[in-house]
C-alpha cells in the first residue's frame, strides 16, 4: 500500500494539499490525523467523502511502500502516523513549503518551494499534467490555499501562489465558500474571548517594533483560539502579536502568534520552546509552567532576540540637493528645474534646515511677480522634521498626519543628514514584501 498523509491537526492548507496529492497520485490512500485544526472542521465535514481517509491505526497490518508527506518535514508533528506502521521500510517523499534544511524524517527525500501555501507547489504541478479538477475539488484546494497566505496579502506570498489560485478558480472553485469557511469567529466561545483580549492586550516597543502583547487566563482550552488571535491583529495593526493563553488546572500556557514583518520571524523565535509553524504565524504549547512566568521570561527572550526595527537612518537619501534661503525665487525655480524636483528643502547660512521650497511656492511668487524676492519670503516654514532613530511605523504615521511626502532627517543642532520621501518609503516596503520568510 502507498499512503499520503500530513501533519497532525490538520489544517485547511494541509488538507487541500493533500486533495491535490489524491488527484495527481491516484495509487496513494490517505490517512486522516486524530485532530483536525478547528478552522477546518467545518471545510472537512463538508468534504469528507471527497478525502476518503483511512484512520493510522488502519495502517498496523499493512506492508507500506511508499509514503508522501505533506505540509510537514518534522518528524514529531507525524509521529502519530508512524506509531502504527510496522514492518515496513517505505520510501519517503516529502512535499513541503517549509524550511527542508530543519527536516529530521530519516531517509526522506524532500522536496518544495517557500510559496505562502503548500497547495501552490502542487497546484503547480497539477497545472503542469493538465489535470482537471471538480469544483468541489478547487474550493477545497483554494481553501487552503487563501488560509495559509491570509487571502493573498501576507508577505510569504509569491507569485505562483497567485497562478496557483487563478488554476483553482478556473477549475470552478468558490470563492463565496471559501470566504464562509474562513470566517472562523462564530463561537459564543471566541466571541467571548475576542472582548476579553480587547481589555488586556498592550503595546510594547521592542527593538523598535511595536509588539502587542495579552496574558490571558482560561478555565480551559476552546477552539478557534488563532482566528480569535487573528481578529486583533486585524484591528491592532501591529508588527506583531504575542497571545499568551493560561490554563492554571492544567498548569499549561499556549501561545499563539502572528507576524507582519520579516524581521520577526515567528518560526524561528518559537523553535526555541519547541514550537513550529511559519515566519508569519507560529504557536507553541508549554506544560508544567504558569502563565506569568513565561509570560515574562518570554519578553525578555525577545528584548535580547529581535533583530532593531529599520529606521529612518537606514533608508534615508543621504545626498540631498538644497536650496540657499538667500536665492531668488528665479535661482530656486531654475534650479529645481534642472534636477527635475518638485521641491528641496531650504538652509540658512549655518546650514541648518529653515523650510521646505516647493513649486506651489514658487507659482505663489509667480502670480505675485515677486520671482526676485528671496527664498524665504515664500518658502514653507513649519517644516516637519525628525531625527534618524524613527521607526518605520513613525515615518508612516509623519507622512499620513502631516500629508507630506518627505522628511528632512536633521541632527540636534538642526544641520540635514538626509531626507527620507515617500520614494524611499515605498522603496523599503517593497523590499519587504520581497524578502523571503
Known amino acids: 500500500m502507498n499512503i499520503a498523509f500530513g501533519h497532525s491537526n490538520m489544517d485547511m492548507d494541509c488538507l487541500g494539499s493533500l486533495l491535490l496529492v489524491k488527484k495527481l497520485f491516484p495509487d496513494f490512500r490517505l490517512v486522516k490525523s486524530n485532530q483536525i485544526h478547528p478552522a477546518a472542521r467545518?471545510?472537512?465535514?463538508?468534504?469528507?467523502?471527497?478525502?476518503?481517509?483511512?484512520?493510522?491505526?488502519?495502517?498496523?497490518?499493512?506492508?507500506?511502500?511508499?509514503?508522501?508527506i505533506v505540509d510537514t518535514c518534522v518528524f514529531s508533528r507525524v509521529k502519530e502516523y508512524f506509531n502504527h506502521i510496522k514492518h515496513s521500510d517505505p520510501l519517503i517523499r516529502i512535499i513541503d513549503h517549509h524550511n527542508l534544511e530543519e527536516c529530521d524524517i530519516l531517509g526522506a527525500r524532500a522536496e518544495g518551494?517557500?510559496?505562502?501555501?503548500?497547495?501552490?507547489?502542487?497546484?503547480?504541478?497539477?497545472?503542469?499534467?493538465?489535470?482537471?479538477?471538480?469544483?468541489?475539488?478547487?474550493?477545497?484546494a483554494l481553501a487552503g490555499l487563501y488560509a495559509d497566505t491570509?487571502?493573498?496579502?501576507?508577505?510569504?506570498?509569491?507569485?505562483?501562489?497567485?497562478?496557483?489560485?487563478?488554476?483553482?478558480?478556473?477549475?470552478?472553485?468558490?470563492?463565496?465558500?471559501?470566504?464562509?469557511?474562513?470566517?472562523?469567529?462564530?463561537?459564543?466561545?471566541?466571541?467571548?474571548?475576542?472582548?476579553?483580549?480587547?481589555?488586556?492586550?498592550?503595546?510594547?516597543?521592542?527593538q523598535g517594533h511595536a509588539v502587542l502583547v495579552s496574558l490571558l487566563e482560561l478555565e480551559d482550552n476552546i477552539n478557534g483560539l488563532n482566528a480569535v488571535v487573528e481578529k486583533v491583529m486585524d484591528v491592532e495593526n501591529p508588527d506583531a502579536y504575542f497571545a499568551f493563553f493560561a490554563i492554571p488546572k492544567r498548569r499549561t500556557v499556549?501561545?499563539?502568534?502572528?507576524?507582519?514583518?520579516?524581521?520577526i520571524d515567528l518560526h524561528a523565535l518559537l523553535q526555541r520552546y519547541g514550537g513550529g509553524g511559519h515566519q508569519a504565524a507560529a504557536?507553541?504549547?508549554?506544560?508544567?509552567?504558569?502563565?506569568?512566568?513565561?509570560?515574562?521570561?518570554?519578553?525578555?527572550?525577545?528584548?535580547?532576540?529581535?533583530?532593531?526595527?529599520?529606521?529612518?537612518?537606514?533608508?534615508?537619501?543621504?545626498?540631498?540637493?538644497?536650496?540657499?534661503?538667500?536665492?531668488?525665487?528665479?535661482?530656486?525655480?531654475?534650479?529645481?528645474?534642472?534636477?527635475?524636483?518638485?521641491?528641496?528643502?531650504?538652509?540658512?547660512?549655518?546650514?541648518?534646515?529653515?523650510?521646505?521650497?516647493?513649486?506651489?511656492?514658487?507659482?505663489?511668487?509667480?502670480?505675485?511677480?515677486?520671482?526676485h524676492a528671496p527664498v524665504k519670503a515664500y518658502m514653507t516654514r513649519n517644516v516637519v522634521t525628525s531625527d534618524g532613530a524613527i521607526t518605520m511605523r513613525e515615518v508612516e504615521r509623519l507622512f499620513y498626519k502631516h500629508h507630506i511626502s518627505h522628511i528632512p532627517i536633521?541632527?540636534?543642532?538642526?544641520?540635514?543628514?538626509?531626507?527620507?520621501?515617500?520614494?524611499?518609503?515605498?522603496?523599503?516596503?517593497?523590499?519587504?514584501?520581497?524578502?523571503p520568510p
Open 42 to 68: 467545518k471545510l472537512y465535514n463538508l468534504y469528507r467523502e471527497y478525502f476518503d481517509f483511512l484512520s493510522p491505526a488502519e495502517l498496523e497490518q499493512e506492508h507500506i511502500e511508499e509514503i508522501i
Open 113 to 140: 518551494r517557500p510559496f505562502g501555501a503548500n497547495v501552490t507547489y502542487l497546484g503547480k504541478l497539477a497545472m503542469g499534467r493538465g489535470l482537471s479538477l471538480l469544483p468541489e475539488e478547487a474550493t477545497i
Open 150 to 206: 491570509g487571502r493573498l496579502i501576507y508577505e510569504n506570498v509569491r507569485r505562483e501562489d497567485f497562478e496557483a489560485a487563478a488554476y483553482l478558480l478556473d477549475m470552478g472553485a468558490s470563492l463565496k465558500l471559501v470566504k464562509s469557511f474562513l470566517e472562523s469567529i462564530i463561537e459564543d466561545d471566541q466571541i467571548l474571548v475576542l472582548n476579553q483580549l480587547f481589555l488586556v492586550v498592550k503595546t510594547r516597543i521592542i
Open 254 to 263: 499556549l501561545l499563539i502568534a502572528r507576524s507582519q514583518k520579516a524581521k
Open 283 to 371: 504557536s507553541v504549547k508549554i506544560t508544567n509552567r504558569s502563565g506569568g512566568d513565561f509570560f515574562d521570561e518570554f519578553l525578555a527572550y525577545l528584548e535580547a532576540s529581535l533583530k532593531p526595527a529599520t529606521r529612518a537612518q537606514d533608508i534615508m537619501t543621504r545626498r540631498v540637493l538644497t536650496i540657499r534661503e538667500n536665492m531668488t525665487l528665479m535661482e530656486a525655480s531654475r534650479f529645481l528645474e534642472e534636477i527635475d524636483h518638485t521641491g528641496a528643502p531650504v538652509l540658512d547660512s549655518r546650514g541648518a534646515v529653515s523650510g521646505f521650497l516647493s513649486l506651489r511656492d514658487i507659482m505663489k511668487g509667480r502670480r505675485a511677480s515677486q520671482m
Open 410 to 435: 536633521i541632527n540636534p543642532r538642526g544641520e540635514l543628514l538626509g531626507i527620507v520621501t515617500h520614494g524611499d518609503y515605498l522603496a523599503y516596503k517593497k523590499h519587504q514584501a520581497a524578502s
